[in-house]
Structure formats: structure tokens, C-alpha cells
């Protein structure tokens, strides 16, 4: 059987959440997967991280605007390569095909409350968010089957457009296994020289989409500095430091810029490097399909404080620490129990361990080639 796999930012430079997804789940069917025959789309770029190979082949299609390329150019490509099953990976997919569609639906908070309009939200994720609202509905409509990343998305999903829930399958994400401890000396200095990090620091995977909850973030540490006789700085991802200086001016607290270090872009491959060094790793978010960071920190062995909403229990398991993200105050409070109590701290470390072991890719693709298989068995 041939299978088409829409990877369209595979190859882009600065890979994030659902690129590393189906990255991940593209190796892992290469891994396990002997007997159907795969054709990843993907869009031209500079970071040529797959190749043909085996039962595998890789088709770079011509760039063009996003809409264009799903709706129009990639359901024209899987037709001229014989596709018999199409999987969109990244939330949306084309409105007509005549290909069996399988869909992976991280989430629908584009369909939620976060407003269009809603503050904090750059013109690309404006852009992005309308259309998703105006395709995905015909896309569930018209799929034979979605997959989505937790039981608590698989409800959000059910209930939001009064589907049948046998239509609806929930996969985990996993853990790539170079997320582990970082011991070695040499490398663990050469990350911190490269990133100007500090011998202790909270780490927090902020950006400008409301639901990460930076200026939650932002007013725990606040509310952590005036009380703390040490001052111990925040180490964010890349955020635009505009963006983050009027986020500061929100929080009344101008000294704020004084204990935040902003590091750019990572590679994925130098995070766990970053983890291995942090002492606490912030994932407060206000809502969360899955939550892959909070595992990859876990894996590290480092302590992970979280939300008490959405998906994040159900991932996190015993293995972190909640709060309730809306209320800095309880962020706060965390941080410094996490910092004095030592038990409690070594105790989320052997857990974190033990829970990021749960989640693997090959786990994940086996359940996705098992729905391949099924829809094809019954063409």
C-alpha cells in the first residue's frame, strides 16, 4: 500500500512542536514499518533532514503560500504518486480529495476562546488561526479518522463538533532519546558559555501565543524576586525582545529585564544540554493539548513545575508539580518550595525519570501505522 505523509515544514530550519512530531513519526515508521510503501511531502527548505530511501521517498514540492500548497499542490501531488491514504500531520488538511484523509488534530484552542483578537497574538498566528477556523470543520467532516495527542483533547474534540468518538483516536506523543541527564563537563560548559547561562536559573519555554502564559511567567518571577533573597534569573527560548520589554512594563516592574536571559533560537539537539543545567524548568501554561517540553525536562532529570488544567495532569502523571497557572501567586509559592525542600525535589526528579519513559515514538507510530492499516484493509 502507498501512504502520503504531509511533512510540508520538515525541512525548515527552525523546527518546533508539531514539525518535531512528525519528524519523529517519520523515522519511527522507517524504524518499524517494512511492508507499506511511504511518500513524504514536504515543502522546499534548507535543512534536507530526511532522504529517500528503502520504502521510503521524499518529494520536495515548489514553495508557495501555505493555504495554496495544502489545498491545492499537495492533494495534486499524492494523486500523481498513487497515494491510497493521505496523512495530514499538522491540525489542518485539504477540503477535497479524493484520497482516504487521516488527520492528526493537536488541538482545537484556534476554535476556543482565544479570540482572533486577542492580545498577544503576532499577525502570523492571526493569520494562522482563521484559517484553521475556516477549514477544520470541513476537514473532521470529510476525514476517515483523527488522531489527536490525550484523552483530554479527544473530548475537547468530541464535544466541540458533536462527533462520533470511534472517529477520534488518542495517540501520545513521545520522547526523543537524546532527551537524558547531561553529565559530561566539557559539554555542559560549552552549552552554558554559549548561552551565557548562570550557575542556577529557571528555564521557561515562552513565545507570544496567550496560552503560554508569559505574563503569568513574568509576574511569578516578580512576585519570587521581591521575596527571595536570591536572585535567581529566568532563561526563556526565543522571544522577541521587544515583545518581552512591553510584557515587563505590564508587570509594573522595570527591574524585571535585569533577570531574564533571552537565548534565541535552540536546536533541538542542545535543549537537553540546557535542561541538564536548569534548576527548575516552568510549564504553567494555561492550556496544553500534550505538553512535550515538561516531558523532555522530566527526561533530563530536572523538576518540572505545571499547570492543574487541561492535558498536563494526565501527562505529567505524579511526576511534577501543579498549580494553578492563572494565579501567579501559586507559581510562586511553587518555585520556592520546589527551591528549599529538598525531599520533595529529589522525589519529582525520580518520578520525571521514571514518567518520561512512558512516552516513546515507536509507541506513537506503531498507533498511527495500526490506523493506517485499518482503513486500508477495509478499502
Not at 42 to 56: A, H, I, M, P, T
Not at 73 to 80: E, H, R, V
Not at 291 to 316: D, H, K, R, Y
Amino acid at each position: 500500500m502507498r501512504i502520503g505523509i504531509e511533512g510540508q515544514r520538515l525541512f525548515r530550519k527552525k523546527k518546533h512542536g508539531m514539525d518535531m512530531v512528525a519528524l519523529e513519526l517519520v523515522r519511527s515508521l522507517q524504524a518499524i514499518d517494512k511492508s507499506n510503501e511511504y511518500v513524504v511531502f514536504v515543502k522546499q527548505d534548507e535543512d534536507v533532514c530526511l532522504r529517500s530511501g528503502n520504502n521510503f521517498e521524499i518529494v520536495e514540492l515548489k514553495s508557495s503560500p501555505y493555504p495554496l500548497w495544502e489545498q491545492y499542490i499537495l492533494p495534486a501531488a499524492a494523486k500523481k504518486a498513487n497515494c491510497e491514504l493521505l496523512h495530514c500531520t499538522s491540525n489542518t488538511a485539504p477540503l477535497s480529495t479524493s484520497i482516504p484523509l487521516v488527520v492528526t488534530l493537536h488541538d482545537i484552542i484556534y476554535m476556543e476562546k482565544f479570540s482572533l483578537l486577542s492580545k498577544g497574538f503576532s499577525s502570523y498566528q492571526k493569520f494562522g488561526n482563521l484559517y484553521r477556523r475556516l477549514v477544520v470543520p470541513g476537514v473532521v467532516k470529510n476525514c476517515r479518522k483523527l488522531i489527536t495527542v490525550s484523552e483530554f483533547e479527544k473530548q475537547r474534540i468530541v464535544d466541540f463538533f458533536g462527533i462520533d468518538r470511534k472517529k477520534v483516536v488518542a495517540i501520545y506523543n513521545g520522547v526523543s532519546e537524546h532527551f537524558r541527564p547531561v553529565t559530561n563537563p566539557e559539554t555542559l560548559a560549552a552549552v552554558r558559555n554559549k548561552y551565557h547561562l548562570p550557575e542556577r536559573f529557571f528555564f521557561f519555554f515562552g513565545n507570544t501565543d496567550p496560552k503560554k502564559n508569559t505574563r503569568g511567567v513574568l509576574k511569578a518571577l516578580s512576585l519570587f524576586l521581591k521575596q527571595s533573597d536570591e536572585k535567581i534569573p529566568l532563561v526563556m527560548l526565543d522571544f522577541d525582545r521587544e515583545e518581552l520589554a512591553r510584557l515587563i512594563a505590564e508587570t509594573g516592574d522595570p527591574e524585571l529585564k535585569n533577570h531574564i536571559i533571552l537565548t534565541g533560537y535552540v536546536p533541538n539537539s542542545e535543549l537537553p544540554g540546557i535542561y541538564s543545567l536548569s534548576t527548575i524548568f516552568l510549564y504553567p501554561s494555561l492550556r496544553e493539548s500534550f505538553g512535550i517540553p515538561m516531558l523532555e525536562a522530566m527526561a533530563c532529570g530536572t523538576p518540572v513545575i505545571t499547570s492543574n488544567t487541561s492535558s498536563m495532569p494526565e501527562v505529567a502523571g505524579d511526576a511534577a508539580l501543579f498549580c494553578d497557572p492563572f494565579r501567579p501567586e501559586e507559581l510562586t509559592e511553587a518555585m520556592f518550595r520546589l527551591l528549599s525542600d529538598h525531599n520533595l525535589r529529589s522525589g519529582l526528579v525520580a518520578a520525571g525519570l521514571e514518567q518520561a519513559r512512558k512516552f516513546t515514538w515507536k509507541n506513537m507510530a506503531q498507533g498511527v501505522l495500526q490506523i493506517y492499516n485499518e482503513i486500508l484493509s477495509t478499502k
